[in-house]
């Protein structure tokens, strides 16, 4: 069964590049940025995501259409520190 699936872009020692994918299978994953991978949100959970955030309805109405959609996450000024 297809199902909307979350990963995260990481680079090496744990650091993000504030870029997700959300894709309903894993080969349509863009290609990460050099020297980063994508790596699945195991928790992930579409109704949680959108009572957190409801502005990611239009990224997964673009993600089960195209069957990949990109999203970066804003910067915060806790995360600059």
């Known amino acids: 069964m297809d199902r909307l699936r979350k990963y995260v872009e990481w680079m090496s020692r744990g650091r993000r ?3 997700i994918a959300y894709v309903m299978k894993e080969w349509d994953l863009p290609l990460p940025l050099p020297g980063a991978e994508w790596q699945p949100d195991k928790k992930f959970s579409v109704a949680d995501e ?24 804003p910067n915060t000024k ?3 520190r």
């Open 78 to 80: 806790s995360e600059l």
């Open 50 to 73: 959108l009572l957190n955030n409801p502005d990611l309805k239009a990224v997964f109405e673009e993600a089960l259409a195209k069957g990949v959609a990109l999203y970066s996450v």
């Open 17 to 19: 590049t504030n870029r």
